[in-house]
């Protein structure tokens, strides 16, 4: 296994130093396929990739409102030989791309490329980064000084909402991607149901800012980052 692939198989582990609260800044953290872009199954070339025509603005709003906005999406199909990691950060980039011509940004993007049954062995990993453990969660809460509480998961299916619970963040539920159809069909076995339920991301940014009752310009972002962890 390379360094790169350890490092990423560690951060976020047991081990971990909690992330800071009561002080720190409040983050939006958004799965990726179903939530920002359609989901269309494993984005194998690029030309899959379709972002929502709202998530931009959508994305804009959050960050005037001075959130934090950081992707964290599982990309399995790495680990069981669909595609490669240069592809992940090609369509992450790519979202960058987008995002940026409407004036919208995300603060870092996430990603966990580990499966325990995956095809290739540098990433069969029993991570602690797979949602929905909280490995990407933490590391962003310690690099972004992030206040968990005050903050929220937003994605299409029940594992960002076991995400969100395992963090100790608020959950929405967008009825894009797979959202419908696991609250239509699935919710009945829920142990426990989210915070809110949203039509897409624009109408959870609605919610979150209605929340929260946060307004006002951005702040300079950091760089964004596209790593595994």
């Known amino acids: 296994m390379s360094a790169r692939h350890k490092k990423a198989a560690s951060e976020g582990g047991p081990q971990s130093a909690p992330a800071p609260l009561g002080r720190g800044v409040p983050a939006v953290f958004l799965d990726r396929d179903g939530t920002v872009s359609e989901e269309v199954g494993y984005i194998n070339h690029i030309s899959r990739l379709q972002v929502y025509p709202w998530s931009a ?14 992707m964290v999406t599982n990309q399995s199909g790495v680990a069981r030989g669909y595609f490669t990691e240069e ?5 992450h980039q790519k979202i960058t791309s987008e995002l940026a011509a409407h004036g919208a940004r995300l603060d870092a993007m996430y990603y966990c490329p580990h499966h325990p049954n995956g095809k290739l062995k540098a990433y069969r990993i029993d991570c602690q980064c797979r949602k929905p453990l909280t490995g ?5 809460a310690r690099k972004f ?16 909402m076991q995400l969100g619970f395992n963090a100790g963040t608020r959950t929405i539920l967008v009825m894009t991607g797979y959202g419908r159809g696991e609250y239509e069909h699935h919710r009945q076995g829920w142990p426990r149901m989210p915070d809110r339920i949203a039509e897409n991301l624009l109408e959870a940014a609605e919610i979150i800012l ?15 980052t596209s790593q595994p962890l």
């Open 57 to 70: 603005e959508a994305i804009r709003k959050l960050n005037q409102a001075e959130h934090r906005v950081i």
């Open 87 to 91: 592809l992940v950060n090609a369509v």
């Open 136 to 140: 990407m969660v933490e590391a962003a």
């Open 145 to 160: 000084h992030i206040d968990l509480a005050r903050s929220y998961v937003v994605g299409d299916s029940y594992r960002d």
């Open 210 to 224: 209605g929340e929260t009752g946060r307004a006002g310009a951005a702040a300079p972002g950091d760089s964004l």
